[in-house]
């Protein structure tokens, strides 16, 4: 996607984490602690296998989530795909230029101990996240 970029996992809304984690579970996968995300209002885990890439799911706080939306539309879903980058910055920058609209400047996810995150979307690929490496 981004020059130097990497792979960082799959974003799933879910309106339940320890429900839909149990599927997981269940089949080997691992749990890992869940966050509130304040700035984010939603609730963070990670799912973890050998082999597999790294799961999210992103449940609600309440009402004002923005993953209500995807919720409501969706369903349970895959709903991001999240690319770790050098330079947050420079990222944005670059995806702008390619047409993708930036949904709010980064800012510090406690999932990912406060590395910068943002989300931008384009009608041609959809939403992605970015995260920082550092």
């Known amino acids: 996607m981004i020059k130097g970029s990497r792979f960082h996992h799959i974003g799933y809304a879910v309106k339940d984490i320890i ?10 996968w691992v749990l890992s ?10 609730q963070i885990a990670f799912l973890k296998k050998e ?3 790294l799961i999210e799911l992103v449940a609600a706080v309440d009402d004002k989530s923005p993953v209500v939306n995807t919720l409501k539309k969706s ?16 990222a944005i920058k670059e995806l702008n230029e390619m047409s993708f609209f930036t ?3 980064p ?5 990912f101990e406060n590395r910068l995150i943002c ?7 959809g939403l992605i996240e970015l ?4």
């Open 51 to 53: 082999g597999f890439p």
């Open 119 to 125: 989300y931008l979307y384009s009608v041609s690929v």
């Open 33 to 42: 602690e869940v966050y509130v995300d304040v700035i984010q209002n939603s």
């Open 75 to 90: 369903g349970v879903s895959p709903y991001h795909v999240c690319y770790e980058v050098d330079d947050i910055d420079i």
């Open 107 to 111: 800012v510090p996810a406690i999932a």
């Open 131 to 134: 995260v920082s490496a550092k």
């Open 19 to 28: 429900e839909t984690a149990e599927n997981y579970i269940s089949m080997g």
């Open 103 to 105: 949904l709010f400047d």
